[in-house]
Structures are given as structure tokens and as C-alpha cells.
Antibody, heavy 122, light 110 residues
Framework: QLQLQESGPGLVKPSETLSLTCTVSGGSVSASSYYWGWFRQRPGKGLEWVGT???????YYNPSLKSRVTISLDKLRNEFSLRLTSVTAADTAVYYC??????????????WGQGTIVTVSS | QSALTQPASVSGSPGQSITISCTGT?????????VSWYQQHPGKAPKLMIFDVIDRPSGVSDRFSGSKSGNTASLTISGLQAEDEADYFC??????????FGGGTKLTVL
């Protein structure tokens, strides 16, 4: 059974880079035709799609974050990562990683990590 | 890429049916049959309830159903139960491998 676990610093200073990792167990990030996604939820707000990476590398980002976001896969460590540069208080959120249960589905994420809280503050 | 529009809140009594709307444009909801609905209880990760407008993942109750007309998608919950009380979010594919979410709807079971 696939499980996802987010990890990373809970506190990041303004203007610095937020880096999070999603560790995958019970499956492989190299598994053919799966999309792996990052999402966030600001305090008291709705869900926001951050970006998605395909199993063989192509990446897709939220246009509003595209200039600051990088998502990558690490096949050896069986994990995928999120980097968000030049953070501000507006990037304070719970960050989730997720994957669809079915390969080739881009939009239907039904396996989620528990989420990790990231606060941007000096 | 603007957020999809959902009502802030809806409510219903146990046993009743409720419908949550999700309005977008012809560039997202109206242009693709790739609308999903997520349920989120406080402090928990989202749970996929409906995908591709009408499909239910395995394990999701058939009390949950989805539909779409034009630029508006809808989630209907029939036979409302106390455990259905949660926040519900819609999402839509917008083309060029991007997604957009609605602002969320708080469902209260009276």
C-alpha cells in the first residue's frame, strides 16, 4: 500500500528557500505513468495546486508560482521534492504531497501525505 | 487562472440531499470532463470523492455523485449523514497540464 510522508523545516525565513521532501513507501517514484503532486493550504483557506511531476521527469507548475517553484524526483532515494524560492508570509501553509491511484491520471489525487506545516517568519 | 466559485456554506438535515456547485469557465470546468471533488475534515488530508466529473474511486459511498452542465459542476450528497460534515473542494483541469481549485464549501449537517 503506497504511503507518502512530507518532511522539511517547519520554519523558513522570509526571502529564503522552502525545501520539502515527500518520501514514498510501498511503491516507486519510477513507476510508469504516474503523476506526483504538491499542494498547499494556507491557514483557513482552500486547497491550492502547487505543481506536478511525471514519473519520467516533465514538470507542470501553477502559473502563479511558476517563477519560484521547482519539483524534482530522486529515484535512488525514492522521493520527490519541492523547492519554493523567495518565500514570504503568504507562503505559510500546510504542504501536502499526493499521487493518483491510477496511472496517467493528472487530476485525481487519492493518495495523500499527512501534510507538513511550514511557517514563513523571521 | 482564477479560482473556481463555490458557495461558502451549505447545510442540510440527516437523510436529506444537498448539492454543492462549482462554477468556472469554458477554459476549465466547461472545457474538460476533468472535475474532481475532495472532502476534507478538520486537520486531515483531503479525500478524493469524485473524479472525471462523475466517477467514484473505490470505497467511496454511492451517496456521493457528480454532474456537470456547461461551466458548472455539481456534487450531490444524498441521505446526508453526520460524518459528511466537512469542507468540500472542487478542482478542474485547465489545459496545458494545470489544475485550479474552488475556494471550498463548508457542509453543516444540522
Amino acid at each position: 500500500q503506497l504511503q507518502l510522508q512530507e518532511s522539511g523545516p517547519g520554519l523558513v525565513k522570509p526571502s529564503e528557500t522552502l525545501s520539502l521532501t515527500c518520501t514514498v513507501s510501498g511503491g516507486s517514484v519510477s513507476a510508469s505513468s504516474y503523476y506526483w503532486g504538491w499542494f498547499r493550504q494556507r491557514p483557513g483557506k482552500g486547497l491550492e495546486w502547487v505543481g506536478t511531476i511525471y514519473y519520467n521527469g516533465p514538470t507542470y507548475y501553477n502559473p502563479s508560482l511558476k517563477s519560484r517553484v521547482t519539483i524534482s524526483l530522486d529515484k535512488l532515494r525514492n522521493e520527490f521534492s519541492l523547492r519554493l524560492t523567495s518565500v514570504t508570509a503568504a507562503d505559510t501553509a500546510v504542504y501536502y504531497c499526493a499521487r493518483p491511484e491510477t496511472p496517467m491520471l493528472f487530476d485525481a489525487f487519492n493518495i495523500w501525505g499527512q501534510g507538513t506545516i511550514v511557517t514563513v517568519s523571521s | 487562472q482564477s479560482a473556481l466559485t463555490q458557495p461558502a456554506s451549505v447545510s442540510g438535515s440527516p437523510g436529506q440531499s444537498i448539492t454543492i456547485s462549482c462554477t468556472g469557465t469554458s477554459s476549465d470546468v466547461g472545457g474538460y470532463d476533468y472535475v474532481s471533488w475532495y472532502q476534507q475534515h478538520p486537520g486531515k488530508a483531503p479525500k478524493l470523492m469524485i473524479f472525471d466529473v462523475i466517477d467514484r474511486p473505490s470505497g467511496v459511498s454511492d451517496r456521493f455523485s457528480g454532474s456537470k452542465s456547461g461551466n458548472t459542476a455539481s456534487l450531490t450528497i444524498s441521505g446526508l449523514q453526520a460524518e459528511d460534515e466537512a469542507d468540500y473542494f472542487c478542482s478542474s483541469y485547465t489545459g496545458s497540464r494545470t489544475l485550479v481549485f474552488g475556494g471550498g464549501t463548508k457542509l453543516t449537517v444540522l
